[in-house]
Structures are given as C-alpha cells and as structure tokens.
C-alpha cells in the first residue's frame, strides 16, 4: 500500500486550511470513522454530484452500509507526493528542502529565508506533514 499522511495528521491539516479537490487515486476516510481508508477509483468509489454537491459514491462488494458520502464529509489523506507538493507549494519556489532517511524514520528540514523548522516521524510523509503544519502556522525552530 501506499503510504499515507496519519489520520491526526489529516485532521490537523485540515484544521489548518488546506481543502481537497477529490480525484481519482485519492484516499481518504470518514471524519468520524478513520479506521476505514478508501480509494478513489472507478468500479469502487466514484466522484459524482449530489444535487450540485461533490460526493462519493460507493459501487460493488463494499462492506460499507451507505451508498454514498459528501465530500465535505470525508477526511482526505494525501500520500507523500501529495503532502510534499501541499509543502513547496506553500512555501514557494525559493525553498529548501532536506531529507535524511534512517532505519528509525525520516527527518524533513526546510529553509525559506530566515524561516527555518525540522521535523522527524517513522515515514517521511508524516515528517513532510508535520513541516507542512508549522509553516501554514508560521511556526520556527
């Protein structure tokens, strides 16, 4: 599987600003249920309108009750492609990115100017996130 932002760390980036446009190869979850992650496919789960709102429609043997959700319901969780574009495109093209990998995890460090901030996780699209987090609050260390 891919690997995704943590769910905590959806909600916080969400609880920061950022909005998603669903697409296909997105995955996402409930807000209120973030143990069960779907995909945005064809055949599995559909983008559609709903009297003039985005929605996700469920097809197939899904195991889930409902037919479908809004969009504004559902918790987007971006992989690491995702979560890194979110992270240079807020901060702009003169930005420096670093990324130490180890057995232990991945440390993200970024430099805009006298704006600096690392941030260490298991996997490098938490580490991304959590950088993502402080510059949309413009926090430094």
């Not at 905590?8 to 600003?17: C, E, K, N, Q, S």
């Not at 559902?74 to 003169?94: F, I, S």
């Amino acid at each position: 599987m891919v690997a995704l932002i943590d769910s905590t760390l959806a909600r916080a980036v969400f609880d920061a600003g950022i909005r998603w446009k669903p697409a296909n190869g997105d995955w996402f979850c409930l807000f209120d249920d973030p143990s069960d992650v779907w995909l945005i496919a064809p055949g599995a789960v559909e983008l559609a309108l709903l009297e003039g709102a985005p929605a996700l429609l469920f097809h197939g043997a899904s195991e889930w009750a409902l037919d479908s959700v809004l969009a504004h319901e559902a918790l987007w969780l971006p992989n690491e492609t995702q979560v890194r574009d979110l992270l240079m495109n807020t901060l702009g093209p003169h930005a420096v990115l670093q990324i130490e990998v180890w057995a232990q995890g991945t440390r993200c460090r970024v430099q805009v100017g006298d704006w600096r901030y690392e941030a260490s996780s298991t996997h490098a699209v938490d580490a991304y996130a959590l950088v993502l987090l402080a510059a949309l609050q413009n926090i430094r260390t």
